[in-house]
Structure formats: structure tokens, C-alpha cells
């Protein structure tokens, strides 16, 4: 019924969260998404800006895919449903209240060959042992990069994670006002890694999309 009521007007619930704040699942035009306070989080734009990035890759040469911030799991969705991939998906996230969302709102837990971590992504890239062939880092605290996944620390480690000539996404921020973080990480990897840089995506975000050398 919440479906069919919201091509006439937009049905909303609110569910507060600690680390995000007040974050919003809206049923509108027959399709649910998830929001923060000033950001799509999934199943909006945020997809599209994805399905964007992982059109400009070779996804049927990637097996194993660890996505650092889940979200509503939209970017999953895409990958299982849009570009068929099958291998295995490793899905972090530090809040817990967005892990219920996507399990409860979005049923992401009916996608196969799919592991979901609650866990800080610092954590985990700092301590995994295990490489993978694309790694797609989307991590946002509403309408905000946190600063640490700029560093050369974590990047660094990230890098150090990805198979030769496997990729690299990253929705690297909103609105941003000058690239100097952005220009800085692709000199500094230079050696390793070959960016491509698209701004304005869906409008407004900066995407980099790299392959490992």
C-alpha cells in the first residue's frame, strides 16, 4: 500500500542514529530510498552515481569486491542485478542502524554470496590480509568525506589490498569546493595506480576510478 500511495505523495520514516544522525527511508514514485540529513545514502543518486563508475570498469574480471560503507547496499543491488556479477561481495559499515536498514528496508540479505561487516573501515583495512579485485570506497557521515580517508595511511593500506590490475572507485566527495586532496592522492600514487577524475557527477559529486598498475 506504501508503494502504491507514494506516486500520489511521499512517505517517510525517520530512524535516528548515533554515528548519522537522522537518517530518512522515503517511499516516492514507487521506489524506496534511503537519506541523511543533506545526502542521498542509497537507491537515488547515490546509485546512479555508482552504476556510473562501475560501467567505466571491466566488472566481469572482477571476482572478490569489498565495499567500505553500504548504505542502503543500492551499489550491491546494482552489481548483482544490473552487471550480473556472481563472486563475493565483502560489505563494511561502522553503524549498525544502517545494517538494519538494509536488511529490514532493503532486503539486501537476499543477495547472494554476500558478507556484511560492522566494523570501522580504518579497522579493517589496517588488519585485512586478504586482495581483492575491486574495492569501492563510499564512506560518508551525511553529506561528508570523513578526513582520514584522504590520508596517504589509508590509502597506502588500501592500495596494498587491490590485485594487479584490479580497480579502485571512489566517491571522493560532494560539492567540492577546490581538489587539493583529490589532486594530492592521485600524484602521490602515481607509481601505483592510474586515476581517471569525473566531477560533477550526477551533478555534484567527484568520482575517481583507478586501476591498479
Given at each position: 500500500?506504501?508503494k502504491i500511495?507514494s506516486y500520489?505523495?511521499?512517505?517517510?520514516k525517520?530512524i535516528?542514529s548515533?554515528?548519522?544522525?537522522?537518517?530518512?527511508?522515503t517511499?516516492?514514485?514507487?521506489?524506496?530510498?534511503?537519506?541523511?540529513?543533506?545526502?542521498?545514502?542509497s537507491?537515488?543518486?547515490l546509485?546512479?552515481?555508482?552504476h556510473y563508475g562501475?560501467?567505466?570498469i571491466?566488472?566481469?574480471?572482477t571476482s572478490?569486491?569489498?565495499?567500505?560503507g553500504?548504505?542502503g547496499?543500492?551499489?550491491?543491488s546494482?552489481?548483482r542485478n544490473?552487471?550480473e556479477?556472481?563472486g563475493?561481495?565483502?560489505?563494511l559499515?561502522?553503524?549498525?542502524?544502517v545494517?538494519?536498514?538494509?536488511i529490514?528496508?532493503?532486503k539486501?540479505?537476499n543477495?547472494?554470496?554476500?558478507?556484511?561487516?560492522?566494523e570501522?573501515?580504518?579497522?579493517?583495512?589496517h588488519?585485512?590480509n586478504?586482495?581483492?579485485d575491486l574495492?569501492i570506497v563510499?564512506?560518508?557521515?551525511d553529506?561528508?568525506?570523513?578526513?582520514p580517508f584522504y590520508?596517504h595511511?589509508f590509502w597506502?593500506?588500501?592500495l596494498s589490498l587491490v590485485?594487479?590490475?584490479?580497480?579502485?572507485?571512489?566517491?571522493a566527495g560532494i560539492?567540492?569546493?577546490?581538489?587539493t586532496k583529490?589532486?594530492?592522492?592521485?600524484s602521490?600514487?602515481k607509481t601505483?595506480?592510474t586515476?581517471?577524475q569525473?566531477?560533477?557527477?550526477?551533478g555534484a559529486?567527484?568520482?575517481l576510478i583507478?586501476k591498479?598498475l
Open positions: 500500500m506504501s500511495i500520489v505523495w511521499p512517505i517517510t525517520e535516528k548515533t554515528i548519522n544522525g537522522t537518517l530518512e527511508v517511499w516516492m514514485n514507487g521506489k524506496k530510498v534511503l537519506d541523511s540529513q543533506n545526502a542521498n545514502y537507491y537515488g543518486t546509485q546512479k552515481l555508482l562501475l560501467t567505466k571491466n566488472i566481469s574480471s572478490d569486491i569489498l565495499l567500505l553500504l548504505g547496499g543500492s551499489v550491491i546494482s552489481l544490473t552487471f556479477h556472481k563475493k561481495i565483502t560489505a559499515e561502522i553503524d549498525q542502524v545494517i538494519d536498514i538494509a529490514d528496508e532493503f539486501i540479505k543477495l547472494n554470496n554476500l558478507e556484511i561487516i560492522c570501522d573501515a580504518l579497522s579493517y583495512i588488519n585485512c586478504k586482495k581483492f574495492i563510499d564512506i560518508f557521515i553529506n561528508k568525506v570523513p578526513e590520508t595511511t597506502k593500506q588500501t590485485n594487479k590490475e584490479g580497480y579502485v572507485i571512489f566517491n560539492n567540492l569546493k577546490n581538489n583529490v589532486d594530492t592522492l592521485i602521490t600514487f601505483q595506480i586515476f581517471d569525473y566531477n560533477k557527477v550526477q559529486n567527484t568520482l583507478g591498479i
